[in-house]
């Protein structure tokens, strides 16, 4: 059975930095493209980062491109995205799952960015 963990979600004022992890267990990553998505009150899910499935290349959306990093450790079947320069904008529940996404997901991650 397939899950996806993250974790690393919090409180963090505008300006901020926090980590995000996921951990996937029931499946190999190596070779799968991963990516991190985020889901915003009231809002659609949104594909923030992708990363390809050796880590040599990676996509930002446009709103988080410069502040944010993608990065993977295949052998531990783990995705992080590091977050810096957080905005009130970028509050929402991040999600990490494959690109194209499985048909499930996560519990998620909150974070919240206070002005």
């Known amino acids: 059975q397939v899950q996806l963990v993250e974790s690393g979600g919090g409180l963090v004022q505008v300006g901020g930095s926090l980590t995000l992890s996921c951990v996937v267990s029931?499946?190999?990553?190596?070779?799968?493209?991963m990516a991190w998505y985020r889901q915003a009150p009231g809002k659609e899910r949104e594909l923030v980062a992708l990363?390809?499935?050796?880590?040599?290349?990676?996509m930002y959306a446009d709103s988080v491109r410069g502040r944010f990093n993608i990065s993977r450790d295949n052998a531990k079947n783990m995705v992080f995205l590091q977050m810096n320069g957080l905005e009130p904008e970028d509050t929402a529940v991040y999600y990490c799952?494959?690109?194209?996404?499985?048909?499930?997901w996560g519990r998620g991650t909150l974070v919240t960015v206070s002005s």
């Open positions: 990363i390809t499935s050796a880590g040599m290349n990676t």
């Open positions: 799952n494959e690109r194209p996404p499985m048909n499930f």
């Open positions: 029931g499946r190999v990553l190596r070779f799968r493209p």
